[in-house]
């Protein structure tokens, strides 16, 4: 599957749709409008310019979350301290119909 940030500085591609996605009601997920997809490291091949993402950290200091430096769109995430065997994508950064067919858990990180 290939992706990309609205205005296309970042590309995204992973070897398949995910077994489903997740949808996670925390400050950060709600305000972005993140849909997670997630694959190990090694799967993720992030299409971009040195200058074209910007990191993000949060308090709790777990991820890095990354968003295109021009539009703004949210691409990815990678751990800091989360299990290094995985990573996040947004789903959005793919066509609906790549992903909206897959089941969705519902992750409740208000509550972490």
């Known amino acids: 599957m290939k992706g990309q940030c ?3 500085a970042v590309g995204i591609t992973v070897p398949s749709p995910p077994d489903q996605v997740s ?6 997920c709600r305000k972005t409008g993140w849909i997670g997809g997630y694959w190990h490291p090694d799967d993720v091949q992030i299409d971009a310019a040195p200058d074209a993402l910007t990191p993000y950290i949060q308090g709790d200091k777990m991820i ?3 968003h295109c ?10 751990p800091i ?3 290094p065997e995985r ?3 947004n789903m959005r950064m793919f066509v609906p119909e790549d992903w909206r067919h897959l089941p ?3 992750v409740d990180g208000a509550s972490f």
């Open 6 to 8: 609205h205005c296309g």
């Open 23 to 28: 949808q996670c009601n925390c400050s950060l």
């Open 64 to 66: 890095t979350s990354w």
């Open 69 to 78: 430096s021009t539009c703004g769109s949210h691409t990815h995430w990678t």
């Open 81 to 83: 301290t989360a299990p």
């Open 87 to 89: 990573m996040g994508v």
């Open 104 to 106: 969705v858990l519902k």
